[in-house]
């Protein structure tokens, strides 16, 4: 098993940035998707940012324009730029890594879905 560790997280002011990124115990591949969600005290956790094994993005409205998803490495495989920050961006935001492994000689192949534990941003008004 794989585990996920966010950094980069912290207290900024409105209109600050912080980069995010999302380190692996070990280096991942066969990778399908990466995302990044967040959740905010007293709401649903929602989808941030995504990037398909293509380089395809998407993002939610909210983030659009000022957030960006990019591929790392095999240890570090994504961060999350995020500018212009507003207090309503204030949320634990959570990675995600989905894709299959090769698990034998014959090239069986199992999927595999990693979460990090969070990390808290805090946007000061």
């Known amino acids: 098993q794989v585990q996920l560790v966010e950094s980069g997280g912290g207290l900024v002011e409105a209109g600050g940035s912080l980069r995010l990124s999302c380190a692996a115990s070990?280096?991942?591949?066969?990778?399908?998707?990466m995302r990044w969600f967040r959740q905010a005290p007293g709401k649903q956790r929602e989808l941030v940012a995504a990037m398909s094994s293509g380089g395809s993005t998407d993002y939610a409205d909210s983030v659009k324009g000022r957030f960006t998803i990019s591929r790392g490495n095999a240890r570090t495989p994504v961060h999350l730029q995020m500018n212009s920050l507003k207090p309503e961006d204030t949320a634990v935001y959570y990675c995600?890594?989905?894709?299959?492994?090769?698990?034998?000689?014959?090239?069986?192949?199992?999927?595999?879905?990693?979460w990090g534990q969070g990390t808290q941003v805090t946007v000061s008004p």
């Open positions: 995600n890594v989905e894709g299959s492994r090769v698990v034998n000689v014959e090239g069986a192949r199992v999927d595999y879905d990693y």
């Open positions: 070990r280096s991942i591949s066969g990778i399908n998707a």
